[in-house]
């Protein structure tokens, strides 16, 4: 829900002053301590923590709230959900306003439901109505729930969590999460994209969140619910190694196409197309076979994703219309750049090491032979493991 609770329902406040960072960090300087630098010079980073036992007064300091800002917020919030102005809230209500929030109201928790979970927490007297005060008393204990694990995990304590803060406490609970995982987490909870998350993002993310906020339980609502909004974001479709038969196929017989398209321009025999020429052809094939198959893997992937709140998931056409019709035919290839970023060089790695350990194997193993499926299978082994390895810091790179 990143971002859409405080669009909905935030009361106007004034805007945090950005202090200006004059001096340089030092050579000494960590990574993580110049990323947080440079954030806060730019407004990006919360308050430092108070010292002693977190409670809402380091809860307003961190989101730059007056106590009456803040119970506007709140008030607001409630009336949101509140749109009938009843003055109390029913699971219909909640289940109204997750919806609108493009929450989903079931698959939440073994009680139901987001929806019937969010009721009980909120429901003290166990009645089946949430009042304002019942209301505001969840928002006071998870909003100081929010800021201890926030706490936690902000282990520079500079004000903000950065991308290596939060993969150390994800490792730390036993999750593990690559690179690409990672970046779709941040950029899913970091509402202004600048590589941070304040605790008011974190807030946003969680606070309609009904069960305790463990780095597991967090983890797996992402997962679930959020894992990734592909009309707002350029988001990444798949890792490099999961590629869908369609893409392979297309992939290698382009392959084959550009390799006799460069043996016919140099004027040469296939077989002497040497390295440089692999290369090109494999690169090549992949930026079309990778251009080729994405407007199918974004809509794939929002239907893994698709949250409705009747819980109706829509079939793939209907689907693709609506992306076409609301959003327009380049929405279907929103973060096709930095996806070829990193398949270009994976595909034209793969293939030349997989094409040249075969006419290795040909010539100095087999005695001209043709080689077997299970050397095949081995060369194909060694070359998909060295185009990941050699294309990984490019995938380091444009995760940080």
Request: glycine share 10%.
């Amino acid at each position: 829900m990143s971002g859409a609770v405080a669009q909905a329902v935030e009361a106007p406040r004034p805007a945090a002053a950005a202090a200006a960072a004059s001096a340089a960090p030092a050579s000494g300087t960590s990574r993580a301590a110049a990323a947080a630098a440079a954030a806060r010079g730019a407004g990006g980073c919360g308050v430092v923590r108070k010292p002693g036992p977190a409670t809402m007064e380091h809860v307003l300091l961190a989101l730059r709230e007056t106590e009456a800002e803040r119970e506007a917020r709140i008030r607001g919030m409630f009336g949101f959900f509140d749109a009938s102005g009843r003055g109390h809230l029913d699971q219909e209500q909640i289940e109204a306003g997750l919806a609108a929030l493009h929450l989903p109201p079931e698959g939440g928790g073994k009680g139901g439901g987001y929806a019937l979970e969010l009721l009980r927490a909120c429901d003290r007297d166990r009645d089946g109505r949430v009042g304002y005060d019942d209301f505001r008393r969840y928002m006071d204990d998870k909003e100081l729930e929010l800021y201890r694990i926030f706490q936690a995990i902000d282990v520079e304590h500079n004000g903000c969590i950065l991308p290596e803060e939060l993969w150390h406490a994800l490792v730390k609970a036993g999750i593990e999460i690559d690179d690409e995982e990672l970046a779709r987490f941040v950029e899913h909870v970091d509402k202004d994209n600048n590589g941070i998350i304040t605790f008011e993002e974190w807030r946003d993310f969680l606070l309609l969140y009904p069960h305790e906020a463990t780095m597991e339980n967090i983890y797996h609502h992402w997962e679930r619910v959020c894992l990734v909004d592909i009309g707002e974001q350029a988001a990444i479709p798949e890792r490099i190694s999961k590629h869908v038969a369609p893409e392979s196929a297309i992939r290698f017989y382009a392959y084959e196409m550009l390799k006799e398209y460069i043996m016919k321009s140099k004027g040469e025999n296939k077989s002497d197309i040497g390295t440089s020429g692999r290369l090109m052809a494999g690169g090549l094939a992949g930026a079309v076979a990778q251009t080729a198959i994405y407007p199918i893997d974004l809509v794939k992937t929002r239907l893994q994703t698709f949250a409705s709140g009747s819980g109706k998931i829509p079939s793939l056409s209907a689907l693709s219309r609506d992306i076409w019709v609301q959003e327009g035919p380049r929405a279907f290839y929103r973060g096709l750049v930095p996806s070829l970023l990193g398949m270009v060089p994976y595909a034209g790695i793969d293939l030349t090491v997989y094409e040249t350990l075969k006419e290795m194997s040909k010539t100095y193993v087999l005695k001209d032979s043709d080689p077997g499926p299970l050397l095949q299978l081995g060369c194909g082994t060694v070359s998909g493991a060295l185009g990941a390895t050699c294309v990984y810091p490019l995938q380091v790179i444009r995760t940080r």
